[in-house]
């Protein structure tokens, strides 16, 4: 008993020194790459000058994320070292009903401003502090032909903030999602910059209207995403997302999707740091793959337990339109694990999970009770590989799958589980989606 204790004890020991020495062998190497990288600067302007605002009827809405150094500026503590992120809403209302803001639809663990105050009175040695915090918070109600500004402090994300504003009157409700960038962080995307009109000439853009149409575009897309050369197959293109920054993205982002890190020394050396603590690094970087001749243009994950396990998916617009929506094209897989590889620049990489539809199918389930989802259906992909004949992606890591790529489509109004539309296109993922359910779906 003893010796098999000593020996399990040695091998974690040796397991841990390998980790370690892996990295001290690979970080000058993986600086080195990173720091070849063009940078994007900081964006240090005011919080007030990026402001994100929606009209719904006589309401009109405006909404802004604060980086920390804004909201230490503002605030005159460091919120964010308490990870508390001030949201500053205003709320015109033209209607003849009074609305009422509810924070707990922006975050359910929002802080009220008493408490974010009180964590602050102690350290900060400010009599006034209460008062200020206060001053600055959002007061309810907005009345007819009001309007009403202020903070709403919830909890901090960095990259890109979900803000979802409801407000609600005696039988009225208007509800708004906001995507807005968080200053001071190396997105690998930056919803601005992304759209059909700068990557796409006018008459390469094709608008979809009917369904039959649309499917065969997408069946007719590439099987698979490529190397920077276009020269090896990788990963399958395994998912379409119809939508954008009002309500697909909101979507993914409510379901706890965060956005990726560019690789810059930095988010090496939090990567490093995730691995020796065992933290979970919500933002980690993820290697480009390529489509349409460039690499992603919006990557997302959804962090597990340590930084060797998170659902992590790449997306890239497509030249066409389905009913106006934009439409991504994705690939989306599971890692499970870290190794050393030839196979890329970095010289490690994740391993991912070979079955590659059960992370796909997790997408579809969690999208479900995004509340945006509206319709679904599958068509035809990569092909079918089976667990004894797999095929491998560009870091030879095998894959197997039932060959089809699932089509979300996504709405900016709530959407029950029950009211969403199975398109009775092609037959089924891993048993996600079976001939019965859209029998009953269809028949209802």
Same mark, same amino acid.
């Given at each position: ?15 841990? $020194? ?63 070292? %308490? ?8 709320? @015109? ?31 900060? !040695? ?9 001053? #600055? ?9 009001? *309007? ?20 609600? &009157? ?30 796409? #000439?006018? @008459? ?16 007719? #897309? ?47 050396? %939090? ?6 603590? !065992?933290?979970?690094?919500? /933002? ?13 243009? $919006? ?22 339109? $389905? ?29 991912? =999970? ?5 992370? #796909?199918?997790?997408?579809?389930? =969690?999208? &479900? ?10 068509? *035809?992909?990569? !092909? ?15 894959? /197997? ?8 489509? $996504? ?34």
């Amino acid at each position: 008993m003893l010796n098999r204790l000593i020996s399990q004890g040695s091998h974690i020991l040796q397991s841990r $020194f390998r980790i370690i020495f892996m990295y001290l062998i690979i970080t000058p190497i993986l600086i080195s790459c990173a720091a070849t990288k063009p940078q994007t600067e900081i964006d240090i302007t005011h919080y007030e000058d990026r402001v994100n605002t929606r009209v719904d009827g006589g309401v009109r809405v405006s909404t802004s994320a604060l980086s920390a150094a804004e909201s230490l500026t503002v605030y005159g503590v460091p919120l964010a070292t %308490k990870n508390i992120q001030p949201v500053w809403v205003e709320v @015109e209302n033209n209607e003849d009903i009074a609305y009422w803001l509810l924070p707990p639809g922006m975050d359910p663990n929002f802080f009220p401003a008493s408490e974010a105050a009180d964590i602050f009175k102690e350290t900060a !040695g400010d009599s006034g502090i209460e008062k200020r915090f206060q001053d #600055l918070a959002f007061k309810n109600p907005v009345p007819a032909g009001g *309007k009403v500004s202020g903070f709403i402090l919830t909890n901090f994300d960095e990259g890109l903030k979900m803000v979802q504003i409801d407000l609600v &009157a005696s039988g009225q409700l208007r509800s708004f999602s906001f995507l807005t960038d968080v200053p001071g962080f190396h997105a690998d995307y930056h919803s601005k910059e992304i759209s059909l009109d700068k990557l796409y #000439l006018s @008459e390469e853009i094709v608008d979809y209207i009917d369904e039959d149409s649309f499917r065969a575009a997408l069946e007719a #897309l590439p099987c698979c995403v490529t190397n920077k050369k276009g020269t090896k197959n990788g990963d399958p293109l395994n998912l379409v997302v119809v939508g954008g920054v009002e309500d697909a993205f909101p979507a993914l982002v409510r379901r706890g999707w965060r956005p990726t890190e560019q690789t810059t020394k930095t988010s090496i050396l %939090k990567m490093i740091n995730s691995v020796m603590s !065992g933290e979970r690094y919500l /933002y980690s970087p993820i290697s480009p793959l390529y489509l349409y001749g460039r690499p992603q243009d $919006f990557a997302l994950q959804k962090a597990r337990d340590s930084i060797h396990q998170r659902n992590h998916l790449r997306l890239w617009i497509a030249p066409m339109r $389905f009913h106006g929506k934009a439409v991504w094209v994705g690939q989306i897989s599971r890692d499970i694990g870290s190794r050393l590889t030839i196979h890329s620049p970095y010289l490690t990489t994740h391993k991912i =999970d070979p079955d590659v539809d059960e992370a #796909l199918i997790a997408l579809i389930e =969690d999208m &479900a009770y995004s509340q945006s989802l509206i319709k679904m259906g599958l068509v *035809k992909g990569v !092909g079918a590989a089976t667990k004894d004949e797999p095929r491998g992606n560009l870091t030879t890591d095998p894959y /197997y799958t039932d060959g089809f790529r699932a089509v979300l489509i $996504f709405d900016s109004e709530p959407t029950a589980l029950t009211e969403i539309e199975f398109l009775p296109w092609e037959g089924r993922v891993g048993g996600m989606v079976d001939q019965s359910i859209r029998e009953n779906n269809n028949g209802k």
